[in-house]
């Protein structure tokens, strides 16, 4: 499992004191020589604008998550929907309910279910020794196609890899326990700002930075002259818990001539505002780069 991955389910678990919670698990499986099933988990799908929540009940935004998955899928189309998370840490339920059991092996088994198997990552209890940062204890199922049994998975075969690499259309997850949790208009905004960048800059890509505590995107910013600038947004909130996006242009003089400290003066509402204005201001400077040596040599023919 990716490290952020897990970040971004245990902060989604801080933000829910009072309620079940969970998410979708996105990513790529194989089978060794043997076929021993190797599962390896990159991204998460929060649960949705329209998730509802109990302390007894979880009801996932299913109709969100299937746009954001395909969306996904589009660009990267080797990942597979691996299995789903949710939390008990708020009941003291130590396992999977009847209702859980009967959810997961409904999906298994169904004919447009493109896997054999089923993974499903119950968060159990918080303030526990576990994988990750240790914040909670997990526990870790795997439902086959056709039989009537879940097989647990020992934790000590879950291996959490990397730093970094969630997927900013994890769009589910609350902000750090140190902090007020954030809304789903919020996590939205995220999906948003990388549907459009990954189209428009899919060199900038997306990163969650635990040191941070927020969401960047860095790359490089491709411009009109096919020059290229190493690009950083950073997510940062504000005193009254607003996100607002910082921009750090890296080699910029060098690259096209032209300053871009007024660009990056103060604050954006988005990653994408953000981004545009920067490759605006930039953009502008190489044209009139441009017309000022025209202008220079037509100047010269002339004399």
Request: with cysteine.
């Amino acid at each position: 499992m990716d490290r952020g991955a897990l970040t971004e389910i245990f902060d989604e678990c801080d933000g829910h004191s009072e309620a079940e919670t969970g998410g979708r698990l996105v990513g790529v499986y194989e089978r060794d020589a043997e076929g021993a099933l190797l599962i390896r988990v990159s991204h998460v799908i929060g649960p949705g604008p329209s998730a509802r929540r109990t302390a007894v009940s979880f009801f996932q935004d299913g109709a969100y998550q299937e746009r954001v998955f395909r969306d996904l899928e589009a660009k990267h189309p080797e990942i597979e929907h691996l299995g789903n998370w949710h939390s008990h840490h708020v009941n003291g339920m130590p396992t999977l309910s009847e209702g859980d059991r009967a959810t997961y092996h409904r999906i298994v088994d169904h004919r447009n279910h493109n896997t054999d198997f089923f993974y499903a990552l119950l968060i159990v209890s918080k303030n526990a020794r576990g994988i990750g940062d240790g914040r909670y204890r997990t526990r870790h199922f795997l439902v086959r196609r056709n039989d009537p049994n879940e097989y647990e998975i020992s934790e000590s075969d879950v291996e959490v890899f990397g730093d970094v690499g969630v997927s900013v259309l994890s769009t589910g997850a609350a902000d750090r326990p140190d902090r007020q949790p954030r809304s789903e208009l919020t996590h939205i905004s995220r999906a948003f700002d990388q549907s459009v960048l990954g189209r428009v800059q899919p060199e900038l890509k997306p990163f969650y930075s635990k040191r941070a505590g927020g969401f960047c995107w860095k790359g490089v910013l491709k411009l009109i002259d096919n020059s290229t600038v190493g690009v950083v947004v950073a997510e940062t909130a504000e005193d009254d818990g607003r996100l607002q996006y910082r921009v750090q242009v890296l080699g910029a003089g060098r690259a096209t001539g032209v300053p871009v400290e007024a660009a990056m003066d103060g604050s954006f509402s988005s990653a994408t505002e953000a981004v545009w204005t920067v490759e605006r201001f930039l953009n502008s400077g190489i044209l009139e780069r441009r017309l000022r040596r025209s202008k220079r040599r037509g100047d010269a023919s002339g004399a």
